[in-house]
């Protein structure tokens, strides 16, 4: 694809796959000496529906190769607001703010694709709720008990 060109990606302005108009692009891939090889294209682009812009990565490596097509299957990222990013629900205003703000940076982690972050982030999010709803006896003492 070369600038001017369009490639159909997510819009996170649109909410859904659009053209967009490529505005600068840039190949970069694995050294011919490295022992895997892989590749990214980045793309800036604007959006043809809204006007809007965009960064994108097309990036694939050897193990996406797919024999039934003969090409490299590659995967997308886009930014901001990549289809695969989860969003707060619609009420979550409605939670107490101490909950809502452990909650919103369990969100962040996820998207910033950080696991050991937002498992860190559930448990403080569990005792955030523990401690509102005050929660006294802990699920290993009630266990021991029987």
């Known amino acids: 694809m070369a600038i001017g060109g369009t490639i159909?990606?997510?819009?996170?302005?649109?909410?859904?796959?659009?053209?967009?108009?490529?505005?600068?692009?840039r190949s970069v891939s694995s050294h011919p000496l490295e022992a895997e090889n892989w590749g990214e294209q980045h793309y800036f682009c604007q959006c043809a529906g809204c006007d809007g812009y965009a960064y994108a990565i097309s990036e694939?490596?050897?193990?996406?190769?797919?024999?039934?097509?003969?090409?490299?299957?590659?995967?997308?990222?886009?930014?901001?607001?990549?289809?695969?990013q989860r969003h707060t629900f619609d009420d979550d205003h409605l939670l107490p703010l101490k909950i809502?703000?452990?909650?919103?940076?369990i969100v962040g982690?996820?998207?910033?694709?950080?696991?050991?972050?937002?498992?860190?982030?559930?448990?403080?999010?569990?005792?955030?709720?523990?401690?509102?709803?005050?929660?006294?006896?802990?699920l290993i003492?009630?266990?021991?008990q029987r």
């Open 109 to 138: 982690a996820m998207n910033a694709q950080l696991p050991l972050l937002t498992a860190i982030g559930l448990r403080a999010l569990i005792e955030a709720i523990c401690k509102d709803r005050k929660v006294k006896e802990t």
């Open 60 to 84: 694939w490596d050897e193990a996406d190769w797919n024999p039934h097509t003969g090409e490299m299957d590659s995967s997308w990222r886009t930014y901001p607001n990549s289809r695969n």
């Open 141 to 144: 003492k009630s266990q021991n």
């Open 100 to 105: 809502r703000s452990i909650y919103r940076e």
């Open 8 to 25: 159909k990606i997510y819009c996170g302005d649109c909410k859904r796959s659009t053209n967009h108009v490529i505005i600068a692009e």
